[in-house]
C-alpha cells in the first residue's frame, strides 16, 4: 500500500509567523509531489508543486523536498488568518496517480 | 473563465435510485479524474480518463460508471445508490503530456444518499 502520512493537527500559528507542514510518503520510487489547500466547503486547490530535491519558492510558499528520507514539507512564511485551512500533501505514484495524505489543518490567529 | 466545472453541485437522492455528475473542462488538458472524499476528509482517486481512454480504474464498485464522450467531458454514473455512497465527488484534470502531472480541481458534487 502506497501511503502518503501528514499530522492531522490542527497546527496553531500566531499571525506572522512561519506555518511548517509535514509529509513524508512511502513509495521510494515516487517523482513528483504536490501541496493543495482545502478551505473547509470547497476544492483542494494546488500551490505548489516539487520535482527535485532541495526548495522550491514561490512568494510567502517554500515547498522543501528530501527524496532520500522521503519527506516533504511546506513552510508559509508571514502566516495571515486568509491561510487558516486544510494543507493535503499528494504525491505521484505513477500512471498519474495522486495519493493524498489525510491533510494537515492549520490555524493562523490574528 | 470556469476552468473545471461539475453539476450539480448539489445531489440529495434516496437509496436505489440511479443518478449521474458530470464533468467538464476548457483548459485543454488531455487527462480527467473522479476522486471521491469521504466524510473524515479523505480524498481518493476512482477513474482517471487520458484521451478517452480509461487509465485508472481503482477498486470501486461497479454501480460506478464513468465514460468520456471526449476529451473534454468525464460522466459518472451510479447504479443503485446506497447510504455509503453519500461524499463529495471532485473531477480533476491535468495535462500529462508536459510531464507535470498537475491536477486541478472542480467545486466538487456533494451527493446525499437517504
Known amino acids: 500500500q502506497k501511503e502518503v502520512e501528514q499530522n492531522s493537527g490542527p497546527l496553531s500559528v500566531p499571525e506572522g509567523a512561519i506555518a511548517s507542514l509535514n509529509c513524508t510518503y512511502s513509495?521510494?520510487?515516487?517523482?513528483?509531489f504536490f501541496w493543495y489547500r482545502q478551505y473547509s466547503g470547497k476544492s483542494p486547490e494546488l500551490i505548489m508543486s516539487?520535482?527535485?530535491?532541495g526548495d522550491k519558492e514561490d512568494g510567502r510558499f517554500t515547498a522543501q523536498l528530501n527524496k532520500a528520507s522521503q519527506y516533504v514539507s511546506l513552510l508559509i512564511r508571514d502566516s495571515q488568518p486568509s491561510d487558516s485551512a486544510t494543507y493535503l500533501c499528494?504525491?505521484?505514484?505513477?500512471?498519474?496517480?495522486?495519493?493524498f495524505g489525510t491533510g494537515t489543518r492549520l490555524l493562523v490567529s490574528p | 473563465d470556469t476552468a473545471v466545472s461539475q453539476t450539480p453541485k448539489y445531489l440529495v437522492t434516496q437509496m436505489g435510485n440511479d443518478k449521474s455528475i458530470k464533468c467538464e473542462q476548457n483548459?485543454?488538458?488531455?487527462?480527467m479524474y473522479w476522486y471521491k472524499q469521504d466524510s473524515k476528509k479523505f480524498l481518493k482517486i476512482m477513474f482517471s480518463?487520458?484521451?478517452?481512454?480509461?487509465?485508472i480504474n481503482e477498486t470501486v464498485p461497479n454501480r460506478f460508471s464513468p465514460k468520456s464522450p471526449d476529451k473534454a467531458h468525464l460522466n459518472l454514473h451510479i447504479n443503485s445508490l446506497e447510504l455509503g455512497d453519500s461524499a463529495v465527488y471532485f473531477c480533476?484534470?491535468?495535462?500529462?503530456?508536459?510531464?507535470?502531472?498537475?491536477?486541478?480541481f472542480g467545486p466538487g458534487t456533494r451527493l446525499t444518499v437517504t
Open positions: 483548459l485543454g488538458h488531455d487527462t
Open positions: 513509495d521510494r520510487g515516487s517523482q513528483s
Open positions: 480533476a484534470s491535468s495535462q500529462v503530456l508536459d510531464s507535470l502531472y498537475e491536477q486541478y
Open positions: 480518463y487520458n484521451n478517452k481512454e480509461l487509465i
Open positions: 516539487i520535482y527535485s530535491n
Open positions: 499528494a504525491v505521484n505514484v505513477g500512471f498519474q496517480k495522486l495519493v
